[in-house]
């Protein structure tokens, strides 16, 4: 055997009845390690190293794990999004916990692989002897651990299992061993059933991972490590986005892309100009130039192809940031291509499409109405929004109302939003952006379900929204890049996370302010001294507070909670101090 055990338990994480295994203890205690720990890779003591095993459903991945925890084989184990097992060994005279992610390979799972892949320090790409299929999808999982970790410097072990059945072999050994040495990694033919080599492939991963560590430089591995306890976390983390802005969410890829499609690659005589391409490959932008990026979104999403691909878009980069949930606002508009109607109806038809295409996040939608447009469009926004409700049932979940507020009385656009709300759509207005307390009163009377940015709130109307348990909608780099805060220390999230006002962090404009979910909470837990476990806490908090259905929070609350189980994250009371 390729390394021995020591006292040992295994623990399966997600599961009411507990596997116990403690097999004889061998030589060997393995407490004081030589490798660099941190807290998210120290456990009891125990260096914990976390491994992922990847392949398609049926190569018996299941198996394998089970008889490394267990001693044990089971003819069949039914898929499930994940399962999270531990055991304990000593590997090379080293105490080590080995946290497993036994993945699905089944089709309807695949959603979760990016995650599994971000998590994972070390991985198992398991394909069958007898399937050749599984074994082509083997290089395809290794690009996708590639491709989402942004390096090919990976701890790898390449396992065939299923060797008792050979006369049922549809793979060579020789072209497992070819395809090992491609990837640059340990190569085992193994047999759950049997229990041949089983042992060897986990230890083996281990060495893999250690390897790897000490070929680092000391700093390097104190980067990394911080990095991983920082952003890294953050990426990692579930996300739920309550506010967001179609046309201020294209990135600046996203814009390039847009422009090609409208104007070719040759610089037209057009809106589009010189101050474009600075914009794009600027690294500090003036406010200016920030909202210049949306007179180039709009010039550019004025047909229902670019308008498509601009959903498309902000959706894909949404859930690359691992947001599992978006609420994605736009206002209706006609141009001399397009309709309203045509605009609504394209972003919708690529929303309906979501489920498909990107199956990892839930996406609705947030018509919005532009104060500055005047009462009647406001009342044709909420007609079309209604007729098309039928055809897009669940897509359309609430109203906004955004835009320049000065000029515009709060009142005038009562009858329009409390047409929506009787039509079942909740109401999320943009409020407190001004000072305005008889305005916020009024729309406190109306009864806005979530207020977005609340900046200037104060006194007996923050008073009641805590009574009340509004949600505040807060975009940190907005407010800050806007200069409607003087700084992220002084943002008004510290005072609403003291006096325990619902909050929910969100991105407003990340194309246009060049950040992302991931950011933003970043910065909310360094400036304030907000704990992981309570940025964890603040993304179940927006589950309740979004407009999903019981079932979808029921299915994002489970995603949430893996994660925290997997990452043993602790729900800590807020104690916000600005640091």
Not at 2 to 17: H, L, P, V, W, Y
Not at 226 to 250: C, Q, V
Not at 418 to 425: D, N, P, Q, S, V
């Amino acid at each position: 055997m390729a390394g021995d055990f020591s006292g040992c338990t295994a623990r399966k994480k997600n599961r009411a009845q507990s596997i116990e295994y403690n097999p004889v203890k061998t030589d060997g205690s393995g407490e004081n390690s030589k490798h660099p720990t941190n807290p998210l890779t120290t456990r009891s003591g125990l260096r914990v190293y976390k491994i992922v095993i990847l392949g398609d459903g049926g190569v018996g991945k299941s198996a394998v794990t089970l008889q490394f925890v267990s001693h044990s084989f089971l003819d069949y184990h039914d898929p499930t999004i994940e399962d999270s097992y531990q055991q304990q060994a000593v590997i090379d005279g080293e105490a080590a916990l080995l946290d497993i992610l036994d993945t699905a390979g089944q089709v309807e799972f695949t959603a979760m692989r990016d995650q599994y892949m971000r998590c994972g320090e070390g991985f198992i790409i398991c394909y069958s002897v007898t399937d050749r299929h599984s074994f082509q999808e083997a290089s395809e999982y290794r690009k996708l651990i590639a491709r989402v970790r942004l390096t090919e410097d990976i701890p790898l072990v390449l396992v065939a299992n299923k060797l008792d059945l050979q006369s049922q072999r549809k793979v060579t050994t020789e072209e497992g061993k070819t395809l090992a040495k491609q990837f640059g990694c340990p190569f085992y033919e193994t047999s759950a059933a049997l229990r041949h080599y089983i042992d060897e492939a986990f230890f083996s991963l281990v060495r893999e991972i250690r390897r790897k560590e000490e070929q680092r430089p000391a700093l390097a591995k104190q980067q990394k490590q911080f990095f991983r306890f920082t952003m890294d976390f953050y990426r990692l983390l579930p996300k739920i986005e309550l506010h967001a802005h179609l046309n201020g969410s294209l990135s600046n890829s996203t814009l390039a892309e847009l422009r090609e499609m409208k104007y070719g690659k040759q610089q037209p005589n057009s809106g589009i100009d010189g101050c474009f391409y600075k914009i794009l490959h600027g690294d500090s932008l003036t406010l200016e130039e920030c909202f210049k990026k949306f007179q180039y979104a709009h010039d550019l999403t004025d047909r229902s192809e670019a308008l498509e691909r601009a959903t498309q878009r902000v959706i894909e980069e949404f859930a690359n940031d691992n947001v599992i949930y978006l609420e994605l606002r736009t206002t209706p508009k006609s141009t001399a291509q397009m309709s309203k109607r045509e605009y609504l109806s394209t972003v919708l038809e690529v929303i309906s499409k979501t489920p498909i295409k990107q199956p990892g996040i839930i996406v609705k939608l947030l018509p919005s109405i532009d104060r500055s447009k005047g009462i009647l469009e406001a009342m044709e926004n909420v007609n079309l929004a209604i007729e098309l409700n039928a055809q897009f049932p669940g897509s359309m979940v609430a109203f906004d109302l955004s835009g320049n507020p000065f000029g515009t009385q709060f009142t005038d656009f009562v009858p329009a939003l409390e047409k929506a709300r009787e039509h079942g759509f909740r109401l999320a207005l943009h409020c407190g952006e001004f000072e305005d307390v008889q305005e916020v009163k009024q729309m406190f009377a109306l009864g806005v379900d979530r207020i977005g940015h609340g900046t200037f709130i104060e006194g007996e109307n923050l008073a009641f929204a805590s009574q009340n348990n509004i949600p505040f909608e807060c975009c940190l780099t907005s407010n800050v890049k806007c200069k409607t805060v003087p700084s992220y220390e002084a943002h008004h999230v510290a005072k609403l996370l003291k006096l325990k006002i619902p909050v929910c962090v969100c991105t407003d404009d990340f194309g246009v302010f060049e950040t992302s979910l991931s950011q933003e909470l970043q910065i909310c837990a360094n400036t304030f001294n907000v704990s992981n476990g309570q940025i964890v806490e603040l993304q179940r908090n927006a589950v309740e507070y979004s407009f999903a259905s019981e079932e979808e929070k029921q299915e994002l609350r489970i995603k949430i909670d893996q994660f925290a189980d997997a990452m043993c994250v602790r729900n800590d009371e807020f104690v916000v101090q600005s640091s």
